[in-house]
């Protein structure tokens, strides 16, 4: 019977996240049953069956909501990076490993790429350079130290790590990102386990022969 | 002397074409610079110093504006591809010469891949079929005869030419397409002429060797 003052207090916060959560999810569905990034708020509202006034109460905007989105979805990579570096594999097995989990995520957050680019995009100088510590320091870094790895080990050519991110992350989007382009052009409607899984292992198969040493 | 009710066409249709260009190449160079598809239709006549309302007359719209220039850059591009095909060089040259061009092509015209999307997604079922025609075919049935000529002189292997045009294309955009990743996560402030040929060159050697056939 303590703090009566507060009595009302975690219900509060449990709505409160929870409202959060059910934006946030609303949000991602959108961005994925569109293919595309540029969801009107009040949709993303109707979805979430809640005033569209709570979304600049819980999150300051709709800028901010996309910029929880993918700070969420990066700090989870970037978490799996860090592990994958630290295990006892060579640098190959990494790169396949990295290339199959990209292209896993890529799956779940079909959108990430391009949010992430106009985040940056959208933001100040001061602001796009904070962000891009939490956005892309984690995978250049992890580029930097794989091919530093590969190299000592004397499998991989000296590569560019930045043309190898480059080169990645593309090939591992283009998949995601031209849903329309697969339809009408290839007449592959729906990006299955199957298509996915022969994906990560065409970019598996490729990225390894091309990035292994020329013999002397 | 004669058709003189015709007398005044002739000029009426030089300003018609040359106000056309005008706006295109103002949408061209404000989606360039800002690195987005989403430039206001008021915004692109203000650059090209006409009438808001001479886009609707001209063009019927911005959607018929944006569509005009995906198709013109396409359209030179799917003559250049065709001329490359009819080549006498090998697989191996040819791949090289079309990943240095695509480099070259979307530094032109770095937007190009996303306003494909774009509209593709934007378009009606029917009308997005046409279009693929024009946007995606010439691409699709260029990677299907490439590969085919490749594994019928013994060097490729026998690679899905579906991944790679995704893996091709995916790689080549996202040098364009990343511009302030490039910025904020790698300090690349510009993507000048030593960048884009080293990265095309980057992308000859990593794909060409990721495509031999594996020696028996």
């Known amino acids: 019977m303590g703090r009566p003052s507060r009595v009302g207090r975690p219900r509060k916060d449990t709505d409160r996240a929870s409202a959060r959560e059910v934006l946030l999810t609303a949000a991602h569905e959108l961005m994925s049953e569109r293919d595309s990034i540029d969801v009107p708020l009040i949709d993303i509202a109707q979805r979430a069956q809640l005033n569209v006034a709570l979304v600049t109460y819980y999150f300051g905007g709709k800028d901010a909501l996309l910029l929880e989105l993918a700070l969420r979805h990066q700090a989870r990579f970037g978490v799996e990076l860090e592990r994958l570096l630290d295990r006892p594999d060579t640098a190959e097995a990494k790169l396949a ?120």
């Open 97 to 216: 490993i990295h290339i199959r989990a990209m292209v896993r995520a890529y799956r779940r957050v079909p959108f990430l790429q391009r949010l992430n680019h106009k985040i940056l995009r959208d933001s100040t100088e001061e602001a796009a350079r904070a962000l891009a510590k939490a956005l892309v320091e984690p995978l250049r870094s992890f580029y930097v130290r794989l091919v530093d790895q590969g190299v000592a080990e004397g499998v991989f050519r000296r590569v560019d790590p930045m043309h190898l991110y480059l080169t990645t992350l593309g090939a591992c989007d283009m998949l995601f990102s031209a849903r329309t382009t697969l339809r009408f052009g290839f007449g592959v409607d729906q990006i299955d386990d199957d298509l996915a899984e022969a994906y990560a292992k065409h970019l598996q198969t490729t990225l390894r022969a091309g990035l292994l040493a020329l013999p002397e």
